[in-house]
């Protein structure tokens, strides 16, 4: 089975997988010890402003830490740029333990295979640990696809953090957002772009310790949702 997933790649470059943590010391020794290390090239962690030791857990677990300015697209920016120049394919997953790298090689394979250029895992499609959306997170989702659909035309059903994209299709997205937006921003340019979209379910775990930066916090989830609904607005204008 293994040996059919490695043949099955068209990679010529390498897989560089990218997480964004703050203050998660708790879960990310565990997120990147469990990193498919056979199959990727690197796992780079982007501990922004952290006041805890996840870099220094991150860097023990075998991950390269870097820093950037405070913000999940800008830690999501940093890590792109931070990129091995010859790793051809982009995965992206939350560093509190809610995503599951065992879905990795799902996610994966549609890139590698030429199948396609962006993969999103989908939590509402996927097994859910109960407690580990809210009803909000959820309510936010299905309101979300449906203004994609009726201004894009495509059907997402959720935004969440763990996807695959290839190198060369997120360049052409000319990604702006440096906040929570960029998850959103990078699925309606890649409408916009043509991109080969898939979307696949996922499973999704409580987080595993620490403290929730947006869901489980009012006025960050506010503020993300400002930001997201500024999304629409901005990539309508083009810019
Ligand atoms: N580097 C960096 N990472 C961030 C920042 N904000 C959030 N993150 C990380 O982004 C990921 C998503 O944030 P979460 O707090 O899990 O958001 P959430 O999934 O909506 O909330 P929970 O449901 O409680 O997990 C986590 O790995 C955070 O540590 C930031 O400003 N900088
Ligand atoms: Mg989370």
Request: aromatic share 8%.
């Amino acid at each position: 089975m293994i040996e059919e997933q490695v043949s099955g790649t068209d990679s010529q470059g390498g897989i560089s997988v990218i997480i964004p943590a703050l203050n998660e010391a708790e879960s990310i020794g565990h997120v990147v010890g469990s990193m498919p290390w056979d199959r990727i090239a690197e796992c780079i962690v982007v501990n922004n402003g952290s006041t805890d030791e996840t870099g220094l857990v991150a860097q023990m677990a075998g991950a390269r830490v870097i820093a950037s300015p405070r913000g999940y697209g800008a830690a999501m920016w940093a890590g792109v740029q931070a990129a091995q120049p010859n790793s051809d394919i982009f995965v992206f997953m939350d560093g509190d333990g809610a995503d599951n790298t065992a879905d990795m090689a799902k996610l994966l394979a549609p890139v590698e295979s030429g199948e396609a250029d962006f993969v999103l895992g989908s939590r509402l499609r996927g097994i859910r640990e109960p407690g580990s959306l809210l009803a909000s997170q959820i309510f936010a989702s299905y309101l979300i696809s449906a203004l994609v659909k009726l201004l894009y035309g495509f059907k997402y059903t959720d935004m969440a953090s763990f996807r695959v994209i290839r190198r060369s299709a997120l360049e052409s997205l000319d990604m702006q957002e440096r906040t929570f937006g960029w998850n959103l921003e990078m699925q309606i340019k890649a409408v916009q772009k043509k991109l080969r979209i898939q979307e696949l379910p996922v499973n999704y775990r409580r987080r595993i310790g620490g403290v929730s930066k947006v869901s489980g916090n009012l006025r960050a989830s506010m503020l993300a949702a400002t930001r997201i609904l500024g999304v629409f607005w901005r990539v309508r204008r083009g810019a």
